[in-house]
């Protein structure tokens, strides 16, 4: 993974800046956020269907 300095982190919110606008990035940085949370939650919902027959197993095993 590269490691991105502070001076290459402004430049590239600069160039994010002349392409697309001082009123467009609220917008983008919305929808990214959206996306985000969108992920993390379909990838909660996988993690809790892969768990649910993992619990149903423990409680079908007979006593002995």
């Known amino acids: 993974m590269p490691n991105i300095g502070t001076g290459e982190i402004i430049l590239i919110l600069l160039i994010v800046l002349i392409f697309f606008g001082a009123k ?16 993390r939650k379909a990838a909660r919902d996988v993690q809790d269907e892969l768990e649910k027959p993992a619990d149903n197993n423990k409680k079908i095993e007979p006593k002995a």
Do not use: D, R, T, Y
Not at 24 to 39: D, H, N
């Open 24 to 39: 467009k990035i609220p917008e983008l940085a919305q929808g990214l956020g959206k996306g985000i949370k969108e992920f």
